[in-house]
């Protein structure tokens, strides 16, 4: 069970970027994944989780405006599109799955399997 998180870059305030979690085997179509971050010094923080099904997807007030999570079950995909980013966005980035769970729940502690991380640095 591999997943393999990637499109992060270093890009200026107020730009785009969409960063992809591709995840190994058919399971992947049928389980829960979410988007974290963890900047330097701090902790891992929830910002969006979407169903196997792809509705009602799950997002932290900071972010909801501005990101956008979807998924193509059919190439084992998770996507975050990430827009007018700021200079705060700037961390590492990790998409994480349940494979016990269908649901988008915004608790770490529910995650068991997780990408390498992709950076992303925003500046002003």
């Known amino acids: 069970v591999q997943l393999q998180a990637s499109g992060g870059g270093s890009v200026q305030a107020g730009d785009s970027l969409s960063l992809s979690c591709i995840g190994s085997?058919?399971?992947?179509?049928?389980?829960?994944v979410g988007w974290f971050r963890q900047a330097p010094g701090k902790d891992r923080e929830f910002l969006a989780a979407?169903?196997?099904?792809?509705?009602?997807?799950l997002y932290v007030d900071s972010v909801k405006d501005r990101f956008t999570i979807s998924r193509d079950n059919a190439k084992n995909t998770v996507y975050l599109q990430m827009n007018s980013l700021k200079p705060e966005d700037t961390a590492v980035y990790y998409c994480?799955?349940?494979?016990?769970?269908?649901?988008?729940?915004?608790?770490?502690?529910?995650?068991?399997?997780w990408g390498q991380g992709t950076q992303v640095t925003v500046s002003s």
């Open positions: 085997g058919r399971w992947f179509s049928s389980c829960g």
């Open positions: 979407i169903k196997w099904s792809g509705d009602s997807p």
């Open positions: 994480a799955a349940q494979s016990w769970s269908r649901g988008a729940s915004p608790h770490i502690y529910e995650y068991e399997y």
